[in-house]
């Protein structure tokens, strides 16, 4: 019970935020992408304009998948669940985005596992969304830790270096994805 009390209230403050975010117009533009030479010598850490953190997951059949695995392509890393009505919401855009865009850009879909009632819990989301966009499970939780994810869904924007050029903290649409790839 105190579980779903937590998830009511994070809900609750996502819709806000995602409110506000929406009706202000908030996104930022994002910054240009400078020369990989330059973007080698950035920091890693989670901020924007860092290189993101490299990460290692497995996918729902067992197989290990890499972030650097997309180098040279955009990439979405979008956390999500499959109680969160947020990332419901969020999916049909996602995958949408994902067929228009998937010559250059992947998304890359983060079950927070360790927040599920059960892995068996992912599967049948999958496939009532018709993903097809790689998605690996956070088992453990660690890297909803590493990339300090409070909110449900969060998606860090990286370019194709792997600089993280934009992170939204709550659900977005196809209109803010397509506006902020094709921004660098």
């Known amino acids: 019970m105190k579980k779903n009390g937590l998830a009511i209230?994070?809900?609750?403050?996502?819709?806000?935020?995602?409110a506000y975010d929406y009706v202000t117009g908030a996104t930022k533009e994002t910054i240009r992408h400078q020369s990989s030479a330059t973007n080698e010598n950035?920091?890693?850490?989670?901020?924007?304009?860092?290189?993101?953190?490299?990460?290692?997951l497995n996918?729902?059949?067992?197989?290990?998948?890499?972030?650097?695995?997309y180098r040279g392509k955009k990439v979405l890393i979008n956390f999500w669940a499959s109680w969160c009505p947020?990332?419901?919401?969020?999916?049909?855009?996602?995958?949408?985005?994902?067929?228009?865009?998937?010559?250059?850009?992947?998304?890359?879909?983060?079950?927070?596992?360790?927040?599920?009632?059960?892995?068996?819990?992912?599967?049948p989301f999958i496939e009532e969304f018709?993903?097809?966009?790689?998605?690996?499970?956070?088992e453990e939780g660690a890297l909803m830790a590493d990339y300090t994810v409070i909110a449900y869904p969060t998606t860090f924007v990286l370019d194709e270096q792997g600089v993280i050029r934009e992170i939204f903290r709550g659900a977005i649409?196809?209109?803010?994805?397509?506006?902020?790839?094709d921004a660098f």
Do not use: W
Request: proline share 8%; glycine share 8%.
């Open 86 to 123: 947020p990332c419901r919401a969020e999916m049909p855009h996602m995958q949408q985005f994902y067929e228009d865009y998937q010559k250059d850009t992947v998304i890359l879909g983060v079950n927070l596992t360790s927040t599920e009632d059960s892995p068996k819990d992912v599967r």
């Open 42 to 56: 950035l920091p890693i850490g989670i901020e924007k304009g860092q290189r993101a953190p490299n990460f290692t």
């Open 130 to 138: 018709g993903l097809t966009f790689p998605i690996v499970m956070d």
């Open 173 to 181: 649409n196809y209109e803010i994805m397509q506006k902020t790839v």
């Open 9 to 18: 209230l994070v809900l609750i403050g996502l819709i806000g935020y995602g």
């Open 59 to 69: 996918d729902l059949n067992g197989n290990p998948i890499q972030l650097a695995d």
